[in-house]
């Protein structure tokens, strides 16, 4: 009887080829990384323009619902909720800080750098809008006369 003897040939990768592929990889994620990055500094940006329009609407309700007198007050990387006709006379404030590379300007308001709601009133005394921004990105947030909220990126 004759035993057959298989013999396995093992190939692998050579060094060359490993290095071709890790090449192209490296290639890839530098292209990659910055756009990440990037869309997630937008997205970061974009919830802090959804909570200050969130905040701005719940000083609208307020008003208009539990009859109170109150607003938001802009600042610099700050917003104020504020009860009463003013910041300089309210009753009751909430400080919102952004940190410090998220700057709120370009206010362009109607009167003050404050969106006041009078009692039982939907509509703001002032209107207009302002910028929220990062260096890189901007969001114009805005709210007209007819007391509407919205933001958008620029």
């Known amino acids: 009887m004759v035993k057959k003897r298989y013999k396995y040939k093992l190939d692998g ?6 290095l071709v592929t890790m090449a192209i990889l490296m290639m890839l994620s530098f292209l990659v990384f910055p756009v990440t990055i990037q869309k997630a500094q937008e997205t970061k940006l974009e919830g802090y323009a959804s909570q200050i329009v969130t905040d701005i609407y719940y000083q609208q309700q307020r008003a208009f619902q539990k009859n109170l007198k109150g607003g938001v007050a802009l600042g610099v990387n700050t917003y104020t909720l504020f009860d009463g006709e003013s910041l300089a006379t309210a009753t009751e404030t909430d400080l919102k800080k952004y940190p410090s590379n998220i700057r709120i300007a370009s206010i362009s308001l109607s009167g003050t750098n404050e ?31 007819e007391g509407l909220i919205w933001y958008e990126k620029i």
């Open 115 to 145: 969106i006041v709601f009078q009692n039982g009133e939907f509509k703001p005394l002032s209107y207009g809008y302002f910028e929220i921004n990062d260096s890189m990105n901007y969001i114009r947030v805005y709210i007209n006369g």
């Open 13 to 18: 990768f050579s060094l060359f080829e490993i």
